[in-house]
C-alpha cells in the first residue's frame, strides 16, 4: 500500500495543492514563489526522502506571510493523511544536522497532539525573498496539521541560511526516521493507548 495524499486548500488568499509520498525517493517538484522557500522544501523532501509535489499560488503582492503558513497547514494534512492509522510506524525521530557554522536538533513524536517547540534565534530581516519571522510560521502550521510534536532546537549558528537550512535538513530526517514502518511491531499502532 503507498502511503500517498493528495491535499488541495484555497482561500481569498492562496491556492494550494500538495501531494506527499512518504515511501518516495526525495523527489520534489516545488513552485511557491519564494525561491528560498522553495530551496527548504526541496531539502525537507530530500532528507526526508519523500516525495513531494508543492504548487502555490499566494498573494505575495501583500507578502509571503499567507503562502508559507498556508503552504505548513496543506502540507501538514497531506502527511496527516498520508500516515493513515500510523499503524507499525516507528513514531519517534530525531536529527542533529551540522551546516557549516550551524547546528540545529530537531526531534518529533508523531503523537496526534500537534505542537511546535522553536529554540531557534534567526535575527528579523530577509534571506532572499523569504522573511525569517516565516519560519516558524511554517513549522507551526506543519506540525499542528499533521499532528506531530515537533521540537527544533538551535545548539550553534551565525548565518540565517545555514541555521534554516539545518532545521529543515533536521525536520525532514527526523520525519524519515518517524514514518519508517517497524517489522516487529505488525502493524500494531505504537502506542499504550492503541491509538495515535
Same mark, same amino acid.
Given at each position: 500500500?503507498?502511503?500517498?495524499a493528495?491535499?488541495l486548500r484555497?482561500t481569498?488568499e492562496?491556492?494550494?495543492?500538495v501531494t506527499?509520498?512518504?515511501d518516495?525517493a526525495?523527489?520534489?517538484d516545488?513552485?511557491?514563489g519564494?525561491g528560498?522557500?522553495?530551496h ?7 532528507h526526508?526522502? @519523500? !516525495?513531494?509535489?508543492?504548487?502555490v499560488r499566494?498573494d505575495l ?7 508559507v503558513e498556508?503552504?505548513g497547514?496543506v502540507?501538514g494534512r497531506a502527511?496527516a493523511?498520508a500516515?493513515?492509522?500510523?499503524a507499525?510506524?516507528e513514531r ?6 551540522p551546516m !557549516?557554522e ?6 518529533l !513524536? ?8 522553536? !529554540?531557534?534565534?534567526?535575527p528579523?530581516g530577509?534571506?532572499?525573498?523569504f522573511?525569517t519571522?516565516l519560519a516558524r510560521?511554517? @513549522?507551526i ?12 532546537r538551535?545548539?550553534?549558528g ?5 541555521? @534554516?537550512?539545518?532545521a529543515?535538513k ?9 514514518v519508517?514502518v ?15
Amino acid at each position: 500500500m503507498t502511503r500517498e495524499a493528495t491535499i488541495l486548500r484555497e482561500t481569498a488568499e492562496t491556492r494550494i495543492e500538495v501531494t506527499v509520498n512518504l515511501d518516495g525517493a526525495g523527489r520534489a517538484d516545488v513552485a511557491s514563489g519564494i525561491g528560498f522557500f522553495d530551496h527548504m522544501l526541496c531539502a525537507f523532501a530530500r532528507h526526508g526522502r @519523500f !516525495d513531494l509535489k508543492v504548487s502555490v499560488r499566494g498573494d505575495l503582492h501583500v507578502d509571503g506571510h499567507h503562502t508559507v503558513e498556508d503552504t505548513g497547514i496543506v502540507l501538514g494534512r497531506a502527511l496527516a493523511e498520508a500516515l493513515g492509522e500510523k499503524a507499525g510506524i516507528e513514531r519517534f525521530g530525531s536529527a542533529f544536522v551540522p551546516m !557549516d557554522e550551524a547546528l540545529v536538533l530537531a526531534a518529533l !513524536d508523531i503523537s496526534g497532539r500537534g505542537q511546535l517547540h522553536w !529554540d531557534v534565534e534567526a535575527p528579523f530581516g530577509m534571506v532572499g525573498d523569504f522573511d525569517t519571522q516565516l519560519a516558524r510560521e511554517f @513549522f507551526i502550521a506543519l506540525a499542528a496539521n499533521a499532528g506531530i510534536t515537533l521540537h527544533i532546537r538551535q545548539l550553534a549558528g551565525d548565518n540565517v541560511h545555514h541555521i @534554516f537550512e539545518a532545521a529543515f535538513k533536521a525536520a525532514g530526517r527526523a520525519l524519515r526516521q518517524a514514518v519508517a514502518v517497524d517489522p516487529a511491531l505488525g502493524g500494531a499502532v505504537p502506542s499504550t493507548k492503541g491509538v495515535l
